[in-house]
C-alpha cells in the first residue's frame, strides 16, 4: 500500500497531478480544493494518499492531509459514494465542512458538491452520524511534511526556530469532542453540539467550545 508520497510537481491536469519521484512519476488524482492549494511545477510537494484496486484499474488519490484522507476513506463506506463522489464532496467542503455538515444532518451542504444528489447526501449524513465522531476527533495533521531531495546538500542549512505552533480549529474542535466524551456524552450528541457551538462562534478555542457545548447538552427544563 502506497501511504504517502513525496517529490516535485511535475505536472497539473484538471483532476490530477503527476508527482516525480527519483525519477518514477505518479498520477495521482485530487479534489479541485487540493488541486488549487498545490505549490507551482517544479516545487516541493507531499500528498497522502489511498490506492483504489480494481480488476481493471489501479488509481491513486491524494489528501494533504490524513485527516481528509481518513475522511476519503469513511465517505466511500457509504452506498452509492465512490471515489469520485467523495472527492467531489471534499473538494466542495473540505474535512471541516463534512464534519460540521454530518453533525448537524447537513443534507444540503452535502448536495453542493458536483454530481451527489439528495439521495446520496441524506445516506451521507445519515449512515455517518455515528461513525463520524471517531474522525474528527482525530483533529488536523499538518501538510507541510518534508519532500525527499534527490541528492542530500553538502553543507546542512541552518536550523532555525520555528514559531510556536497555533493550535488550529480542527484541534480545537477534537480537544472538545474528547473532553465531552470524557464527561460521557454520546459521540453523535457531543458532535453536533460541538458543531453548532463552532458555527456560533468560529474564533472559539477548546475551552470555549467546551463550554458552550454543555450549555447546549444540558437538561432543559
Known amino acids: 500500500m502506497i501511504g504517502r508520497i513525496a517529490g516535485r510537481l511535475d505536472y497539473r491536469g484538471t483532476d490530477h497531478v503527476l508527482i516525480d519521484v527519483r525519477g518514477v512519476g505518479y498520477i495521482i488524482h485530487v479534489s479541485d480544493r487540493t ?53 467531489a ?67 546542512p542549512a541552518p536550523k532555525r526556530r520555528s514559531p510556536p505552533a497555533v493550535p488550529s480549529r480542527a484541534a480545537h474542535t477534537a480537544d472538545a469532542l474528547s473532553a465531552l466524551a470524557n464527561l460521557g456524552y454520546g459521540p453523535a450528541d457531543a458532535a453536533a453540539a460541538v458543531a453548532q457551538s463552532a458555527d456560533e462562534s468560529p474564533d472559539a478555542d477548546a475551552a470555549t467550545l467546551i463550554r458552550l457545548s454543555l450549555r447546549r447538552l444540558a437538561p432543559k427544563g
Do not use: N
Not at 475522511?71 to 452506498?79: E, I, K, N
Not at 455517518?128 to 546538500?153: C, F, T, Y
Open 35 to 87: 488541486l488549487a492549494s498545490m505549490p507551482g511545477v517544479g516545487e516541493g510537494v507531499a500528498l497522502y494518499t489511498d490506492l483504489l484496486v480494481r480488476e481493471d484499474l489501479l488509481q491513486l488519490y491524494g489528501f494533504p492531509t490524513l485527516l481528509e484522507k481518513e475522511w476519503h476513506r469513511l465517505l466511500m463506506t457509504v452506498q452509492g459514494v465512490g471515489a469520485r463522489a467523495s472527492m
Open 89 to 155: 464532496i471534499l473538494g466542495a467542503l473540505g474535512p471541516e465542512g463534512v464534519s460540521r455538515a454530518i453533525a448537524l444532518g447537513d443534507a444540503r451542504s452535502v448536495q453542493a458538491a458536483p454530481g451527489v444528489g439528495p439521495k446520496i447526501a441524506q445516506r451521507v449524513v445519515m449512515e455517518l452520524k455515528a461513525k463520524a465522531p471517531s474522525v474528527m476527533a482525530m483533529g488536523a495533521v499538518p501538510s507541510d511534511a518534508p519532500v525527499i531531495e534527490e541528492e542530500a546538500s553538502p553543507t
